[in-house]
């Protein structure tokens, strides 16, 4: 919800209110280039909170990466804008930004572990499709709240009504900090404190090192499946949306309509492909969802160059409903699978990370400055989305299969 939120601010009121005296396209590039701070504090975070998941427990990060998320997005909502503070605005945005991505940094690869190390062997697809179904609820609260608010008056919305959701957040935020207090820490990670327990000697040889230099080939294979992934949740979500509003002048709500339709199927789709992972495994339902987003990319670019509303939502709720939660799904439990059990928080939050900077954080900056260079043509949109979803087929198709695997055990997968 509040990186969703984030998005569609960046998307559509951030310009104006942030960056006024610079030009519409300049003014976009220079919301998401503070929105891409974000993204590359975030491996930052992982180093700090990876290894304190590792040695503490993956409970205790999890609480402490929502608290100061929820914080910094109430924050946003709190925010004077550059015509009350001038510069300061901007500037206070990135701190507040930083800290999200800071907070973020441990956040998704945190959930994808609890969940995935709790789990029957049988049923890890389903249960690590369960953290994209939360990422699919807060994308539904998040466009909805947006939706519904952006029906006010254009000088109320811009005035005070971005801010609602982003005070609201504080509700989840407190909602979600009681969850996780109560749950149980997962069993895979208490039995490798036991075991750590009576291996302490190890920690004094370097282990953590050798076992980085032997995790090229996992580190490499997951990187290239998040790529795919996060590229292309936040060139859909983030880029298209302000795009259709910025630069073909439609309604901001056409894109997030078709966001919200694509959220409510998403949580009758995600269950269903997670279950399907348990039954035919990882690879080949990634690797149709990667397929099908490479396919898709040239004809939805041009569906929503036909500026029909209909059809626009229609696309977005597509790809909404259908590669982009469902790639996440797979990938939950797949990079949980992928790694041994010494190290894995580290190892997977570094994928999580650096796979977020290089896809999340810079495909819309990339975007948003490839089309300032070329003008008004879109086949530059169509390249990088092609670019990433090619990734993430080439990643797939060389990954193992690993549904079955000891979780337990510390060697890597491949």
């Known amino acids: 919800m509040d990186f969703t939120l984030y998005t569609l601010a960046a998307a559509l009121v951030f310009?104006?209110?942030?960056?006024?005296?610079?030009s519409p396209a300049v003014a976009l590039i220079a919301s998401f280039g503070v929105y891409g701070s974000g993204f590359l504090i975030r491996p930052v975070g992982r180093l700090f909170f990876g290894r304190v998941g590792d040695r503490h427990g993956r409970k205790v990060v999890l609480i402490a990466t929502l608290a100061m998320m929820g914080l910094a997005t109430a924050g946003i909502g709190l925010l004077p804008t550059y015509a009350q503070i001038g510069v300061w605005a901007p500037?206070?945005?990135?701190v507040l930004r930083l800290v999200q991505g800071f907070g973020a940094g441990a956040e998704l690869a945190g959930a994808s572990l609890l969940m995935v190390e709790s789990a029957p062997k049988h049923k890890r697809g389903f249960f690590g499709s369960v953290v994209a179904m939360g990422t699919n609820s807060?994308?539904?609260l998040a466009t909805v709240l947006w939706l519904s608010l952006s029906q006010m008056p254009k000088e109320q919305f811009m005035s005070w009504g971005w801010r609602v959701p982003f005070l609201l957040s504080l509700v989840t935020t407190f909602v979600a900090l009681y969850l996780r207090t109560s749950v149980k820490e997962s069993p895979v990670f208490e039995e490798l404190r036991r075991r750590r327990e009576a291996q302490k000697h190890e920690a004094k040889h370097g282990g953590v090192w050798r076992d980085v230099a032997k995790a090229k080939k996992p580190f490499l294979l997951s990187l290239a499946?998040?790529?795919?992934?996060n590229g292309a949740v936040y060139l859909v979500k983030g880029f298209l949306v302000g795009y259709t509003a910025s630069t073909?002048?439609?309604?901001?709500?056409?894109?997030t309509t078709g966001v919200m339709i694509g959220t409510v199927i998403g949580f009758a789709t995600v269950p269903l492909f997670g279950k399907l992972s348990d039954r035919y495994g990882r690879r080949p339902v990634f690797l149709a969802f990667a397929v099908f987003q490479l396919l898709f990319a040239v004809p939805a670019l041009a569906l929503i160059h036909t500026e029909n509303p209909v059809i626009i939502a229609i696309v977005f709720a597509v790809f909404v409903g259908g590669p982009l939660p469902n790639l996440y799904g797979v990938e939950s439990p797949w990079l949980v699978e992928m790694f041994g059990a010494k190290h894995r928080y580290t190892f997977m939050s570094t994928v999580k990370e650096v796979g977020a900077v290089l896809s999340g954080g810079l495909a819309p900056i990339l975007t948003a400055g490839v089309m300032a260079a070329a003008g008004p043509a879109w086949w530059p949109i169509a390249v990088i989305m092609l670019a990433y979803a090619a990734i993430g087929v080439l990643g797939a198709w060389l990954a193992p299969e690993t549904k079955d695997r000891?979780?337990?055990a510390e060697a890597d997968a491949c």
């Open 15 to 22: 310009g104006p209110l942030f960056f006024p005296e610079q």
């Open 91 to 94: 500037l206070l945005l990135t």
């Open 138 to 140: 807060g994308i539904f």
């Open 225 to 229: 499946i998040r790529v795919s992934e």
């Open 248 to 255: 073909l002048g439609l309604a901001g709500s056409v894109a």
């Open 406 to 408: 000891d979780l337990s």
